[in-house]
Structure formats: structure tokens, C-alpha cells
């Protein structure tokens, strides 16, 4: 599975961007898909996933009611609407996809889209 990140960049504090991660290869086993931040000097965290099969979202409690997540599963493109941007939400924002079952299942990773908020 390869996962594509855009739609990071610079914007001022209390504005919105749009980040979209498509997949491809074998996306048929893919059961949710997420999005995850790691800034400066911090580990990388969930910000926010949604499962395949439907069913309610998940969010860091940072981001509920700012940010939302959503999936077109025709166009296998995951998308994250962040409004009302703090600069404590900067930080690289990478795409993640949970693969397969039992043995099999894995992790991927697309290569991140650096968020910027200015204050």
C-alpha cells in the first residue's frame, strides 16, 4: 500500500487547510485509515481515524469540533478538514493506513505534509 499526503502548508492562526492521503496498491484490506502529527521535539500522536466499514470517528481530544475526518472509499482518499488552526496544531501531519488481519496485518505510512500555523 503506498499512501500520498497534500494539501499541508502555511496559514494564520483561526484559518482552515485540507489535507487528502490517497492510497493505492492493495487497499482492499485496508480496515481504517488515519491521520497522525508529530511535532517539533514530540512523538507522533493519533489526530484522528475512521474505519472503513463506516462507524464513528475518532479524535484527539485537541481537535474535536475543529477538525474533521472523512473517506471516499471509490477514491480510496481520506481527508482531514482542519478549521479554526492554533499554531499548537504545526507539526508534520502523516497519513496512516491499519492493514490486513492476524499475522499479516501492518502499518503504513505516507511521507508527511508539513502544517505551519502562524499566530
Known amino acids: 500500500v503506498q499512501l500520498v499526503e497534500s494539501g499541508g502548508g502555511l496559514v494564520q492562526a483561526g484559518g482552515s487547510l485540507r489535507l487528502s492521503c490517497a492510497a493505492s496498491g492493495s487497499t482492499g484490506s485496508i480496515n481504517a485509515m488515519g491521520w497522525y502529527r508529530r511535532a517539533p521535539g514530540n512523538s507522533r500522536v493519533m489526530v484522528a481515524a475512521?474505519?472503513?466499514?463506516?462507524?464513528?470517528?475518532a479524535y484527539a481530544d485537541s481537535v474535536k469540533g475543529r477538525f474533521t475526518i472523512s473517506r471516499d472509499n471509490a477514491k480510496n482518499t481520506v481527508y482531514l478538514q482542519m478549521n479554526s488552526l492554533k499554531p499548537e496544531d504545526a507539526a508534520v501531519y502523516y497519513c496512516n493506513a491499519d492493514w490486513g488481519t492476524g499475522l499479516s496485518r501492518q502499518l503504513y505510512w505516507g511521507q508527511g505534509t508539513q502544517v505551519t500555523v502562524s499566530s
Open positions: 475512521i474505519a472503513t466499514g463506516g462507524g464513528t470517528p
